[in-house]
């Protein structure tokens, strides 16, 4: 049975800028509204343009922003930073949440498509922390969550280029945590496991026919996989993500926390 959304800390996050990148939809779009819903000012970045600016003004918090933005590209992030420190004058927290799925087999795994997908998951993440840094750092304070995935810790067949990269963000996660935990700055990583996202119901979909499943049947074998016997939903990783953001979260850095009701153990 899946729960129902409890109750938000009101005003946890009052007056604290939070930068989400991949906010226009699924476990973006319920960070960012987790984060409004708690007080904070929140910048949604996304190069969905529309769904993005649906996002933002969905937001209960008092001042929200919403910018075009190509995480695979260096120019285009530095100016979606450049716009949030110009509207909020600092970034207390960057949710680097980014990311697309593909996945085929090894042998037939084109360069452009690797390219594309280590270029939006890994180099994007890359990119906002590196954006975000110097900012933090002039403050004495901050918070990084990356959002890696359960396939940066397992792997399963037909998904090599994804796996890597969500390797690649929890490895990457672990530096900044080293190199910026001096300057008051935690880093960690999120891992969710299948999240019942749009892009999860397509990726379910796609799979399923490669083994004669329906997506629909194969997201139920997907959900008797775990422990809880049901698949996540965005806001049950928001919570995750706005706990790590948390004051609660001032002595966690460095790890990569499983959010995937129990996957990992089967």
């Excluded at 989400?20 to 000012?41: D, K, P, W």
């Excluded at 933090?136 to 940066?152: L, R």
């Excluded at 993500?241 to 990992?264: C, K, M, P, R, W």
Aim: charge should be negative.
């Amino acid at each position: 049975m899946t729960e129902t959304e409890p109750k938000h800390f009101q005003g946890r996050f009052d007056g604290q800028v939070v930068v989400v990148t991949g906010s226009a939809t699924g476990i973006g779009r319920a960070t960012a509204n987790r984060f409004g819903r708690e007080g904070a000012l929140v910048a949604c970045l996304d190069i969905n343009v529309a769904d993005n600016a649906v996002t933002a003004e969905g937001l209960e918090s008092g001042k929200t922003l919403a910018v075009e933005c190509d995480v695979r590209d260096h120019s285009s992030q530095a100016a979606a930073f450049d716009r949030v420190i110009e509207a909020f004058g600092r970034v207390d927290v960057l949710v680097a949440c980014a990311g697309i799925y593909v996945g085929g087999p090894l042998r037939s795994v084109p360069l452009d498509r690797w390219r594309n997908i280590e270029a939006t998951n890994l180099t994007g993440v890359l990119l906002s922390n590196q954006l975000v840094a110097p900012t933090m750092i002039d403050q004495g304070s901050g918070s990084i969550i990356n959002v890696s995935s359960m396939a940066g810790k397992t792997s399963w067949p037909n998904s090599a280029e994804y796996s890597a990269t969500k390797s690649g963000v929890i490895g990457l996660t672990r530096s900044v945590a080293m190199e910026l935990g001096p300057h008051g700055i935690t880093a960690n990583a999120v891992c969710p496991g299948n999240t019942l996202t749009d892009m999860v119901r397509s990726v379910a979909g796609e799979v399923g026919e490669t083994v004669g499943m329906s997506g629909d049947n194969w997201l139920a074998m997907r959900a008797d996989d775990t422990a809880l016997k049901r698949l996540a939903q965005p806001w049950e990783v928001a919570g995750v993500i706005a706990f790590l953001a948390s004051s609660d979260a001032g002595y966690i850095t460095g790890q990569s926390i499983e959010v995937d009701g129990g996957l990992i153990l089967s």
